[in-house]
């Protein structure tokens, strides 16, 4: 059975879900797929310690504040998944759960979207999956050699996993620095911290809001034609919330250098030393979860689509939402991908009125 619609959006975590939001405002007829059972998105997967960089009332996706906790200044991940859960139920937004989209395919005048569950064809289409489905790991000579555990962020879920081990923790953001400061002041584990350049932690009083406000100032800078604005990078890597700031200001996250090889029992240094590890944590980042889109033909260099705000610049039925920065300033963040939302629907309205 295929069904036909105007709208259809392929992801229903917060950037599906401001989408959502946004074309129901338009009055446009859509709905939501979603391969995650429940709502929350990739929140739901996410470390038991894990804290936003912001407060709630600066963490909220359009028209819905997400709301306030007693004693807690930066909300959780299980917060964000009840806030998510809650707005998706207010607006009631059209989302399929436990729907997975594996190809999206010209097809005449529409894009047909082939799921799970069958199939739809769209007048355009809203790619709103993410990165948490695809980590990245590095080719490290000696990854297949080494007899402890390996696991990424997505694996991740609590220090107590790793209590009386030797962990190696990779990667200089904030993922690396959290999971590092997890373990070292609560896991009972040794902890060294492995960073390809020595870590560089924003000032202390530097939250999400701070970030949001130059991430958006210097893409408006570059829309102006204006550069040498460096944005959030020239600020630092890693956020100091408190966790993290407890670490460093204990000298719990002094990192070393990379290594140049995994061994079968652990890791040898550049200096030919060698370390010894019972588990790697490869906190290494993520790529932008498009295959679905593979049938389309549109990833060029570095796998992105090139894009013209939001829309492809191929395929003028189809924008990509909430990816990085290459899709809006700020657009992977709550706050930030409401504005983007927002403008991808009033222009999926003006298309569809043609």
């Known amino acids: 059975m295929t069904r036909s619609l105007d709208v259809l959006v392929v992801g229903g975590g917060q950037a599906g879900l401001a989408a959502g939001y946004h074309l129901r405002r338009q009055g446009l007829d859509f709905t939501v797929l979603d391969a995650g059972a429940e709502p929350g998105g990739a929140w739901r997967n996410m470390w038991d310690s894990l ?10 996706l359009p028209g819905r504040l997400m709301p306030t906790r007693p004693g807690e200044t930066y909300p959780d991940a299980r917060h964000v998944v ?7 139920k207010r ?21 047909l979207v082939e799921a799970d569950e ?17 980590p990245f790991l590095p080719a490290v000579p000696g990854r297949a050699v080494f007899r402890g555990r390996q696991l990424h962020t997505v694996n991740y879920r609590r220090p107590d996993d790793f209590t009386g081990q030797r962990v190696l923790v990779v990667g200089g953001g904030n993922s690396g620095a959290q999971i590092a400061a997890d373990l070292a002041l609560h896991g009972g584990a040794e ?3 492995v960073t390809r350049r020595p870590p560089r932690f924003l000032a202390d009083d530097i939250d999400g809001r701070a970030l949001f406000d130059v991430a958006t100032a210097r893409r408006r800078a570059l829309d102006e034609g ?21 670490a460093r200001d204990a000298a719990l996250l002094t990192s070393r250098p990379m290594f140049t090889r995994l061994t079968p029992q652990g890791v040898e240094w550049a200096d030919g030393d060698g370390t010894e590890a019972d588990a790697v944590i490869w906190c290494t980042g993520f790529r932008p979860a498009l295959s679905h889109l593979t049938p389309l033909a549109l990833r060029g260099e570095g796998g992105r689509i090139a894009t013209e705000g939001t829309r492809a610049a191929g395929e003028p039925r189809l ?17 930030g ?14 298309f569809l009125r043609k």
Not at 82 to 88: G, M
């Open 51 to 60: 804290h936003l960089f912001s407060p709630a009332e600066h963490s909220s």
């Open 82 to 88: 009840d806030y998510l859960a809650d707005y998706e």
């Open 91 to 111: 607006y009631d937004l059209p989302v399929r759960h436990g729907t997975s989209v594996h190809a999206v395919r010209h097809d005449g005048e529409r894009l």
């Open 118 to 134: 069958g199939s739809w064809r769209a007048r355009t289409v809203v790619s709103a999956t993410g990165t948490w489905s695809r």
């Open 191 to 193: 902890v060294i911290w």
């Open 226 to 246: 204006r550069t040498g604005t460096a944005g959030v990078a020239a600020l630092g890597d890693i956020v100091a919330v408190p966790a993290v700031r407890a």
């Open 319 to 335: 924008h990509l939402l909430g990816y990085g920065d290459w899709t809006g300033p700020a657009s992977a963040t709550l706050i």
């Open 337 to 350: 991908v409401g504005r983007q939302a927002r403008e991808a629907a009033r222009e999926i309205s003006a």
